[in-house]
Nanobody, 116 residues
Framework: VQLVESGGGLVQPGESLRLSCVASGITFSRHDMSWVRQAPGKEVEWVAG???????????SYADSVKGRFTISTDLARNTVHLQLNSLKTEDTATYYCALDKWGTGRGQGTQVTVS
């Protein structure tokens, strides 16, 4: 399994970013996917998850700290999962990873998001 994240950057509070994660080595449509983040000196924190339900939609869930501001979505044709980050706050500063579960299993090198 290889997960490659991109899209991070330095933004001001209130601005937006869109993160992407390309997955290879897995049957993407059969896996639940998550985004987690880790700030310096802190533990890995689950941010959002999306199920692999074979239905017309994928059920998404969010940590309370990002609910209403972040949106997770998938592009099955491109084996990609996105995380739209709106109304960013300084406390959202962290390295963001996509992963196979809420504990960060299989995560890639991450992409840095700095809100300052």
């Amino acid at each position: 399994v290889q997960l490659v994240e991109s899209g991070g950057g330095l933004v001001q509070p209130g601005e937006s970013l869109r993160l992407s994660c390309v997955a290879s080595g897995i049957t993407f449509s059969r896996h639940d996917m998550s985004w987690v983040r880790q700030a310096p000196g802190k533990e890995v924190e689950w941010v959002a998850g999306i199920t692999s339900l074979p239905s017309l939609f994928h059920a998404a869930s969010y940590a309370d700290s990002v609910k209403g501001r972040f949106t997770i979505s998938t592009d099955l044709a491109r084996n990609t999962v996105h995380l739209q980050l709106n109304s960013l706050k300084t406390e959202d500063t962290a390295t963001y990873y996509c992963a196979l579960d809420k504990w960060g299993t299989g995560r890639g090198q991450g992409t840095q998001v700095t809100v300052s």
